[in-house]
C-alpha cells in the first residue's frame, strides 16, 4: 500500500537555526499538506500545496516558514529561525484527485521537532 | 463555538462493551466529515468518511446530522485495539480537489480488560 514517508523522525535544533523538513507524498497524488501538533493539543493546519505554489495557508505559517516541492517527488518545509514555540509534530498529508477518493488525505508518521 | 467540538475523555470501558463519540461543527457549508485515529505520537489515520447521513464499516458505526450541526461515531464490541484518540475532522468546504482538514481534540478511548 502506497504511503507518506518523513525524514527525520526526530529532529533536536537551537533556538534560531533553520529546519528543513522532509516529506515523500504518495507518487500520484497533487495535493500536499503539513500540519503540526503541538504536545497535548490538536492537530493544525499550516499550508496546502498544488501546482507548485501555496493554495492556502494558516496564521501559523508565518514569513518564518516556506515550503517547497524541488522534484518530482519531495515536499518540504522550511522553517527559517526557530523558535521554542515552534517545537511540535509536523505531520505531511497528500491527496489525489480524480481517483474517486479526492479528497481523503494520507499523512505520514511525522517529524518530532525539538527546538532548544 | 469552536469549529470542532468533541465529548472530552478519557472513556474509559471493559472490552466488548459499545461507547459513542459525538461531534459537533459550526461550518454549516461544511459537506464531508471525517473520522481520525490517533495513536499515541503517531500520525492520524482515516477510520470513516461520512457524506450522507450515515457510514457503516464493521463494528464502526458514523452518523451525521446537519440539521443539527451533529457527527457521531459508535463502536460496538470494543477491543483492546480500539484503544486510541479519536479525531472529528471537518474540512470547511469542499472546494474541489484539495481541502485543509480542521481537527477536533480528540476523545481517547481506553479499553480494559
Known amino acids: 500500500e502506497p504511503e507518506v514517508t518523513q525524514t527525520p523522525s526526530h529532529q533536536v535544533t537551537q533556538m534560531g537555526q533553520e529546519v528543513i523538513l522532509r516529506c515523500v507524498p504518495i507518487s500520484n497524488h497533487l495535493y500536499f499538506y503539513w500540519y503540526r501538533q503541538i504536545l497535548g493539543q490538536k492537530v493544525e493546519f499550516l499550508v496546502s500545496?498544488?501546482?507548485?505554489?501555496?493554495s492556502e495557508k494558516s496564521e501559523i505559517f508565518d514569513d518564518q516558514f516556506s515550503v517547497e516541492r524541488p522534484d518530482g517527488s519531495n515536499f518540504t518545509l522550511k522553517i527559517r529561525s526557530t523558535k521554542l514555540e515552534d517545537s511540535a509534530m509536523y505531520f505531511c498529508?497528500?491527496?489525489?484527485w480524480g481517483t474517486g477518493d479526492t479528497d481523503t488525505q494520507y499523512f505520514g508518521p511525522g517529524t518530532r521537532l525539538t527546538v532548544l | 463555538r469552536k469549529e470542532v467540538e468533541q465529548d472530552p475523555g478519557p472513556f474509559n470501558v471493559p472490552e466488548g462493551a459499545t461507547v459513542a463519540f459525538n461531534c459537533t461543527y459550526s461550518n454549516s457549508a461544511s459537506q464531508s466529515f471525517f473520522w481520525y485515529r490517533q495513536d499515541c505520537r503517531k500520525e492520524p489515520k482515516l477510520l470513516m468518511s461520512v457524506y450522507s447521513s450515515g457510514n457503516e464499516d464493521g463494528r464502526f458505526t458514523a452518523q451525521l446530522n446537519r440539521a443539527s450541526q451533529y457527527i457521531s461515531l459508535l463502536i460496538r464490541d470494543s477491543k483492546l485495539s480500539d484503544s486510541a484518540t479519536y479525531l472529528c475532522?471537518?474540512?470547511?468546504?469542499?472546494?474541489?480537489?484539495?481541502?485543509?482538514?480542521?481537527f477536533g481534540a480528540g476523545t481517547r478511548l481506553a479499553v480494559h480488560p
Open positions: 498529508a497528500s491527496s489525489g
Open positions: 475532522v471537518v474540512p470547511p468546504l469542499f472546494s474541489g480537489g484539495y481541502n485543509k482538514l480542521i
Open positions: 500545496f498544488y501546482n507548485n505554489e501555496i
